[in-house]
Nanobody
Framework: QVQVLESGGGLVQPGGSLRLSCAASGSVFSSMGWYRQAPGRQRELVAAIPSGGITNYADSVKGRFTISRDNAKNTMYLQMNSLKPEDTAVYYC?????????WGQGTQVTVSS
């Protein structure tokens, strides 16, 4: 049984930092990534990292966010720096095996003064 659990969201002031974590279990995951969905908007890719380690970022977060993973622990991280109000959204962890993709329950990130 696959389980995906995010943690690390919260309220932060503009310019601040947060670190999200995603722990996955129950399979071998070729690709892991973070998506986000703001109210009234479609879910969008924030960053992705396959098992080979070549990362991919949305233009809006390049230079501010860093994605990483620990393959031994099936854990992924998203370090978010210089946060802006427009980064406010529910952030979802997405993991993919050769059979299917799985989503976490989401963690709220709110950037506000």
């Amino acid at each position: 049984q696959v389980q995906v659990l995010e943690s690390g969201g919260g309220l932060v002031q503009p310019g601040g930092s947060l670190r999200l974590s995603c722990a996955a279990s129950g399979s071998v995951f070729s690709s892991m990534g973070w998506y986000r969905q703001a109210p009234g908007r479609q879910r969008e890719l924030v960053a992705a990292i396959p098992s080979g380690g070549i990362t991919n970022y949305a233009d809006s977060v390049k230079g501010r966010f860093t994605i990483s993973r620990d393959n031994a622990k099936n854990t992924m991280y998203l370090q978010m720096n210089s946060l802006k109000p427009e980064d406010t959204a529910v952030y979802y962890c997405n993991v993919r095996s050769i059979w299917a993709q799985y989503w976490g329950q989401g963690t709220q990130v709110t950037v506000s003064s």
